[in-house]
């Protein structure tokens, strides 16, 4: 059984910084494409960015590039979201999820999905 398991997200202010981790089984983490995607109240759900596990390479939405920061630490199954200059519109509740094969995108189609945490951020 696949498990991803998110870090509590939190409250902050426009212009500040969170960062969420995910760690997901052992057996789930060589050679995947692991990213976080995101829906806001009443919005369809996005990608947000994408790392292939076995390779590094990463991939983002441009409504973040140059503000987030997918990483991971394959020692801890590991995969961490860094986000920085936050905005209101990053609202939403963040998902991490991962699907067999490397990553080619952002694209928010997984087969796995964890359980989702909110960010809020205030004006």
């Known amino acids: 059984q696949v498990q991803l398991v998110e870090s509590e997200g939190g409250t902050v202010a426009a212009g500040g910084s969170l960062r969420l981790s995910c760690v997901a089984s052992?057996?789930?983490?060589?050679?995947?494409?692991m990213g976080w995607s995101r829906q806001a109240p009443g919005k369809q759900r996005e990608g947000v960015a994408g790392i292939s596990t076995g390779s590094g390479v990463t991939y983002y939405a441009d409504s973040v590039k140059g503000r987030f920061t997918i990483s991971q630490d394959s020692a801890k199954n590991t995969v961490y979201l860094e986000m920085n200059n936050l905005k209101p519109e990053d609202t939403a509740i963040y998902y991490c999820?991962?699907?067999?094969?490397?990553?080619?995108?952002?694209?928010?189609?997984?087969?796995?999905w964890g359980q989702g945490t909110q960010v809020t951020v205030s004006s």
């Open positions: 052992a057996h789930t983490f060589s050679s995947v494409c």
């Open positions: 999820a991962a699907r067999r094969g490397y990553c080619d995108g952002v694209r928010p189609e997984y087969d796995y």
